[in-house]
């Protein structure tokens, strides 16, 4: 079946500081990859995604390069804000058939960052 | 653009019970795709309905049960409730199945006491 792993949280950042989250996934199939956000009390945002191999997606200073070697979508920010402060979530869409798809999601990564 | 609108934000009810949740999707967009998140299990898809028809299903009992208006508005039930039937559940629009990106409303908190 198809699955998504990502770093357990939560992570604890200085403002300015670099940001990765680990992401790695298993599809059958050829997967689209997503990033989603979860500010506190809000749904979910898309962030950012990537729908083949190196495909990089990129919004809002936030980086993902979609890595079919390595089964990996890591999440990078160059410089963190309290603004980012969320939960971040790490999702794969496939076909299941019929043209049917769904999300499968990692268990998500609460950031923290501190000013 | 308005957003996925979800009613009602808050919902608490009692075990045994049933409840409706509603679900307006983006304007144009026909597929609706319903998730329940829990602290334990994280995000898990629940249905999906385009054309008023349920495309795709998760892993759930017949207790949850959803349908799709000529609208697009969509509903979900969950009928004799459970305390682990308590979660945020999100509905999400996209433009048809088949179209991967999918926006998310801001969902309903129910509780279960």
């Known amino acids: 079946g198809n699955s998504v792993t990502q770093m357990e949280g939560p992570v604890t950042l200085s403002e300015e500081a670099f940001l990765t989250i680990n992401c790695t996934y298993t599809?059958?199939?050829?997967?689209?990859l997503f990033w989603y956000v979860q500010y506190p009390g809000e749904g979910l945002q898309l962030l950012l995604k990537?729908?083949?191999?190196?495909d990089k997606g990129s919004n809002k200073g936030f980086e993902a390069t979609y890595r079919k070697e390595t089964t990996s979508f890591h999440l990078e920010k160059g410089s963190v804000q309290v603004s980012d402060s969320a939960v971040y979530f790490c999702?794969?869409?496939?076909?299941?058939?019929?043209?049917?798809?769904?999300?499968?999601f990692g268990k998500g990564t609460l950031l923290t960052v501190n000013p | 653009k308005a957003g996925v609108t979800q009613t009602p934000r808050y919902l608490i009810k009692t075990r045994g019970q049933q409840v409706t949740l509603s679900c307006s999707p983006i304007?144009?967009?026909?597929?609706v795709s319903w998730y329940q998140q829990t602290p334990g299990q994280g995000l898990q898809f629940l249905f999906e309905?385009?054309?008023?028809?349920?495309?795709n299903k998760g892993n759930f009992p017949g207790r949850f049960s959803g349908r799709q208006f000529s609208n697009s508005r969509s509903e979900m039930n969950v009928s004799t409730l459970e305390l682990g039937d308590s979660a945020l559940y999100l509905c999400?629009?996209?433009?048809?199945?088949?179209?991967?990106?999918?926006?998310f409303g801001p969902g309903t908190r129910l509780t279960v006491t």
């Open positions: 599809a059958t199939g050829y997967p689209s």
């Open positions: 304007s144009g967009h026909r597929s």
């Open positions: 309905y385009f054309s008023e028809t349920q495309r």
């Open positions: 999702a794969l869409s496939v076909n299941s058939g019929g043209s049917n798809y769904k999300l499968t």
């Open positions: 999400a629009s996209s433009r048809a199945v088949g179209v991967k990106e999918q926006y």
């Open positions: 990537a729908t083949k191999a190196d």
